[in-house]
C-alpha cells in the first residue's frame, strides 16, 4: 500500500477487503435496525499519525475472532442472500429496462433464473437475529464501521445514507 510505512501494508489491504465484504455482506434491514446500526462517528480521538495502526488493531481484533465464531452460518446465509437479491435486482431492471437486442433470445432464461435466486434468497432469509446472537452481531458492525471510519478512505453507502438522513432529520 505505502512502502515503508509500518502499518498501510498489503496485509492490511487484505484484510480491508475482507472485512469490508463482510460488512456489505449484512443485510440493509439489520444495519436499519436501531439497535444494530451504528451512529455516525468521527476518530478526532485518535491522532491522525495513529490511525493506521489502531485501524490495524482493530481490523486484528475482528480476525482474531473474539467470539464472533458463534455467528458465522448466519453471516454466511446473509452473504449468500444479499448476493442473490443484489444480481437478481441487477439483472432484473437491465432485464425489463434494456433494449431487446442487450439480451436478445436469452432474456426469458435470465428473467427465470435470476427470479428463482431472488425467490429462494426472499424466503431463506433470517428476518430476525435470535436474542443470543444480537450483541455478537452488534460488537462486529460496530468494529467493522470503526475500521473503515479510521481507514477514512471507504464507508459503506448503507450508512452513508443512513448517516445523511440523520443528520437531516436532527437539523430540521
Sequence with gaps: M???HP?????L????LKQRRLLRSIPDWVLDADHLGPAEWKPESVPEGDRALVEMLVRDM???????????????EWA???SSSRLAHFVLHEASESPGHNLVSSREVLV??????A?????ATTKTIPTELVP???????MLVWADVLAGDYTDPRLERRWASEAAASSS
Excluded: C, H, M, Y
Design 136 to 142: 455478537a452481531v452488534g460488537s462486529l458492525i460496530l
Design 13 to 16: 489491504g487484505e484484510l480491508r
Design 80 to 82: 449468500r442472500d444479499t
Design 2 to 4: 505505502r512502502e515503508a
Design 62 to 76: 475482528i480476525a482474531a475472532d473474539p467470539g464472533w465464531s458463534g455467528i458465522e452460518p448466519l453471516l454466511k
Design 7 to 11: 502499518f498501510l501494508t498489503e496485509e
Design 112 to 117: 427465470k433464473v435470476t427470479n428463482d435466486r
Design 119 to 123: 425467490q429462494e434468497a426472499t424466503t
